[in-house]
């Protein structure tokens, strides 16, 4: 699949860096030539010979390298690839590239670099929470660097969290994704899933049975049609999706903080089961059930409506914004109602509850019924029941043909 792309990868310094030597062989196994950057970091982890010997190339090593940069090294291999991987990324290459710094080979060739760039993230959990990183995380987003992971479980350093590297295969699938020419090649697109929390006090949070497994359906097929996807999820038991860029939120202010963020997009699709109030005060401690007092009263306020703030965003608002409608009854009338009083595009109306037998009929379950309504025109189209990867394929082939149309009418 990759014959006669070229990749350039750094490796810097991290434990995981034995994973790139599995991506180097599958690389080129798939036909890519793959060029080879040590940090010195990297080659404390895995050394220039083994590097040199998977890639069957050349491996760089040295900013100072007499014979190298006699042909201007640096510049040279920032130009002569189709695609640039940082693998192990720390977070110290990730803050110089932030930040310019250009004072090793890697940092220099990824500052001189006009060509995409993909991040594998790698380090420990607290040092990818840290403040510092977090912004050096969404400038280098904002720069349209593609981030593949990282993941969560255990770390080489005995604690467990957000840091593991992506897996090879991960990586791998996402290099695949990066060269495919889907029909929505080129168009950006933000899904939000699942529910959020609102939290009450340290331990009880206001939420829903939202599983996310409905809007990370959608997030792959826009990704499988060559969609560039920042999904923005609130809490699930679900996978990350390692081709999107994955944001995790609780709250329904972070989710809408996170969607504006990653503004301005082509496609916003709002699928989270966004709670509509919180709590007007979070209480500092668990609130006590003390013997002979009366259940504490529960005082809520509405949350900001993200559907409605994106729908009537005054200049980022995307070319299409997809909300959906959760209904217990009245499916098509409450639908375009908030079709109406929303601003969105289109909706997708689903009933929810459970049904005759105690099943769940769209909250967490594997297969939903959508009722579709365009703005455009407000007649419903009855989407037979079919599992929800089905939905999500049918939608997008919906939206692949609203953007050839688009494009025609241009
Ligand atoms: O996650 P699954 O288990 O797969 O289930 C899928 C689903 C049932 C959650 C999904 O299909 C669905 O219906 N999502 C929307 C749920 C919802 O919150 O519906 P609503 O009718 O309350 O809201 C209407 C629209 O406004 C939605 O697009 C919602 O994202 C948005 N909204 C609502 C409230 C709010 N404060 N902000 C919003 O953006």
């Given at each position: 699949m990759l014959t006669g792309k070229r990749i350039l990868l750094i490796i810097s310094g991290?434990?995981?860096?034995?994973?790139t030597l599995v991506l180097i062989r599958d690389l080129r196994k798939e036909g890519a030539k793959v060029t080879c950057v040590l940090t010195q970091g990297g080659a404390r982890f895995v050394t220039p010979l083994s590097v040199s010997a998977l890639s069957e190339n050349k491996v760089y090593t040295d900013l100072w390298s007499l014979t190298d940069e006699t042909e201007m090294g640096h510049i040279r291999l920032s130009r002569e690839h189709d695609l640039v991987i940082v693998a192990p990324a720390t977070a110290n290459i990730m803050a110089k590239m932030a930040h310019g710094l250009a004072d090793d080979l890697a940092s220099t060739l990824l500052l001189a670099s006009n060509i995409p760039v993909m991040l594998a993230p790698a380090m420990n959990p607290i040092m990818w929470e840290h403040g510092a990183t977090k912004n050096n995380v969404e400038t280098l987003r904002q720069r349209e660097i593609i981030f593949v992971g990282p993941t969560e479980g255990n770390m080489a350093c005995r604690e467990s969290g957000m840091g593991r590297m992506s897996e090879p295969e991960e990586l791998l699938k996402a290099v695949h994704n990066f060269f495919l020419s889907g029909p929505l090649k080129g168009v950006k697109a933000v899904v939000t899933a699942g529910p959020t929390y609102e939290a009450i006090d340290p331990v009880r949070f206001i939420g829903n049975r939202s599983s996310g497994k409905q809007g990370y359906a959608i997030a792959e097929a826009l990704l499988a049609a060559g969609a560039q996807v920042t999904l923005i999820s609130g809490p699930t038991h679900l996978k990350s999706l390692n081709a999107a860029n994955m944001i995790h939120v609780e709250s329904t202010r972070e989710m809408l903080e996170a969607c504006e963020k990653s503004l301005p997009v082509d496609i916003c699709v709002c699928s989270a089961a966004v709670s509509d109030w919180r709590a007007t005060s979070m209480h500092e401690h668990k609130i006590k059930k003390e013997a002979g007092n009366l259940p504490p009263t529960l005082s809520l306020t509405e949350n900001p409506d993200i559907l409605k703030v994106i729908s009537n965003?005054?200049?980022?608002?995307?070319?299409l914004v997809i909300g959906f409608a959760a209904e217990t009854k009245d499916i098509e009338q409450h639908a375009l109602s908030k079709l109406r009083k929303k601003g969105c595009d289109w909706i997708m109306a689903n009933l929810v509850g459970k049904d005759k037998?105690?099943?769940?009929?769209?909250?967490?379950?594997d297969e939903n019924q959508i009722y579709f309504f365009t703005r455009a025109n407000e007649d419903c189209e009855l989407w037979g029941c079919m599992s929800k990867k089905h939905i999500a394929e049918h939608l997008v082939i919906k939206i692949i043909e609203h953007f050839e149309k688009n494009r025609k009418n241009d």
């Open positions: 991290g434990i995981s860096a034995y994973k965003h005054p200049d980022k608002r995307p070319s037998n105690g099943q769940e009929k769209a909250f967490g379950s």
